[in-house]
């Protein structure tokens, strides 16, 4: 797919515009000067342990996923295999990339974390195109469908999915910025008073909540993360993958 905009001007120009925003995000004295910002990560994807066999993944010799390598480029990623209280303790931003179904009590931690002013960017896909090397049914495939319900319903959005979209990836633009979207979800408000703020971007595509003294940024698709093969993500698309993630540093 090619983007009608001079990209490489740009990526430069967002790099550096994600730049100083980290610096003006983190308030003096919260974070040790020219640390990378923890972040946690929590996933069914493959994107920090890879999906290739486990004795590659610990003697180092599997190549990491391209979307590691460019988080942590700029952040420290903190993998989490749970949303409680205490692995979220610590913490004041995490990325939710097709996570799996929370147990009731991650969602009231979650929630919690969220309140007391934690920032979060969740990307929750109702119809996963990322390929997988596990067939259907196997315990290893990343989550297919999000199961988001309970949490997205608490702060009042709703995640909804049309069948008959073309199939084929497509680009949205959030900000400015053109993501790669692929059989992505809507995002509605719920009509009754919810215990989050939020308000829709990109046509449902993305949602913004203001939740106590945190911010969540939902968007319902995910594959900007489906670049693969040995060739480099193309610089568009390492530029989308920030537009989502400036939440967590811009403060916005």
Known sequence: MRFPRPIDAFVAALTLALGAAACSAVPAGDEPAGRKPDVGFFSTLPIYWGEGAFGAMLDGSAKPDWVREEMETRLTMVPLDTLEAEALAGLKRVVL?????LAPSENMAFDAWV?????????????????SHYPIGDRRRPQDVVLLSPILDHWGLALTFDDAQPAEEQSVALDGVDIPVRLAGRLQLAPAPAAGDCTLHADGLAARCAIGDGHVLVIA????????????????????LWQTLATLLSGK
């Open 97 to 101: 990339a097709q996570p799996r179904a």
């Open 115 to 131: 309140r007391k002013g934690g920032r979060a960017v969740i990307f929750a896909d109702p119809m996963l195109t990322r390929h």
């Open 221 to 240: 698709d995910a594959a900007v993360f489906d670049w693969e093969g040995d060739a480099p993500a193309p610089p568009e698309r390492r530029a989308a």
